[in-house]
């Protein structure tokens, strides 16, 4: 039988290296996630996070601009505009500062983890349980390529939810203030970029890890839940209730991502509490773990056999 009557249409398009691989497999990895409804209750859920900081810096001008006022009504009830404003400037820290956007990452950040427990298996664990990774080995991308375009991802995924709108946010206060804010605080830019970049490569490569070896969602999501709600729970108790050492302070791999954070952004370390880690110590632990999950990658997608 002819090539012909089997229908097949030769390739008209312009060939590509391996590398360029890595964008299909990145693509088809978000469509899995896009078309699910699940995703984008969760998104909605995460973006609460950020108009409560968007709407947030209006309603703090628009209380300046009321502060001759005796009260002012918000909401149901009338309060304050001198207490309105030291709550969303002071406690809040709705005052552009590097504590503004600490304070965002490490709330939008919990949204950030739910929804990669749910994505995880769907990206990475359905290729090994359905077998279809020796497909993907099979052909020229590599197993590098692979976890590349899987990483690039679940990178998309984080940075909608932390960096886009915590750069959005450094405009807007901009717009606000006066633009004299963009020239001066531009180390401040560089650590949102600094911090989405880190929060990108470490969650990134633990997910993923988490995905090969566990596959299945149910135990993704109780592993997930484990790393990032029980953990940093049992690091609490005992250092702020036993009061062990403020080593144990490093099993909390949130919280170690969070000082790193910090440093980025240039808020000051005292500021974080008495019973923190030390910067260098929680970088060696995030950077000790995303490299053992590296190393795990390797070897696990090393031993899957493949007949090219």
């Given at each position: 039988m002819g090539v012909s009557l089997l229908h097949y249409r030769p390739w008209r398009g312009r060939f590509h290296?391996?590398?360029?691989?890595?964008?299909p497999i990145a693509r088809i990895a978000l469509?899995?996630?896009v078309r699910r409804k699940i995703f984008w209750g969760l998104y909605a859920m995460g973006l609460l996070i950020f108009f409560m900081f968007f709407f947030g810096q209006y309603l703090l001008a628009w209380a300046?601009?009321?502060?001759?006022?005796?009260?002012?009504?918000?909401?149901l009830r009338r309060v304050?505009?001198?207490w309105l404003i030291q709550t969303l400037r002071d406690v809040l820290k709705l005052n552009g500062s590097a504590e503004t956007y600490r304070n965002f990452f490490w709330y939008q950040?919990?949204?950030v983890i739910i929804l990669q427990a749910l994505?995880?298996?769907?990206?990475?664990?359905?290729d090994f349980q359905f077998g279809c990774l020796p497909f993907y080995l099979s052909k020229p991308p590599g197993r590098w390529q692979y976890l590349l375009g899987k990483c690039l991802a679940v990178a998309v995924f984080?940075?909608?939810m932390t960096t886009v709108p915590a750069m959005i946010l450094f405009v807007q206060y901009g717009l606000l203030d006066s633009w004299s804010y963009f020239t001066e605080s531009s180390r401040l830019l560089a650590g949102i970029a600094g911090y989405g970049l880190l929060l990108t490569v470490c969650l990134s490569l633990m997910l993923v890890a988490a995905a090969v070896c566990l596959r299945r969602t149910v135990p993704l999501i109780i592993t997930w839940a484990a790393l990032f709600f029980l953990f940093p729970l049992l690091a609490r108790f005992m250092v702020d209730r036993l009061q062990y050492d403020s080593h144990w302070m490093l099993i909390d791999l949130w919280n170690d991502m969070y000082v790193l954070g910090n440093c980025f952004l240039g808020v000051q370390h005292e500021s974080l509490g008495p019973r923190q880690p030390v910067v260098y110590q929680a970088a060696l632990v995030v950077?000790?773990?995303?490299?053992l999950c590296l190393i795990y990658l390797n070897l696990r997608i090393r031993a899957i056999e493949v007949v090219k």
């Open positions: 290296g391996t590398g360029m691989s890595v964008w469509w899995m996630i300046q601009t009321q502060i001759s006022e005796e009260t002012i009504r918000v909401g304050e505009p001198q950040g919990r949204m994505a995880g298996s769907i990206l990475v664990g359905n984080i940075n909608l950077g000790v773990t995303s490299l």
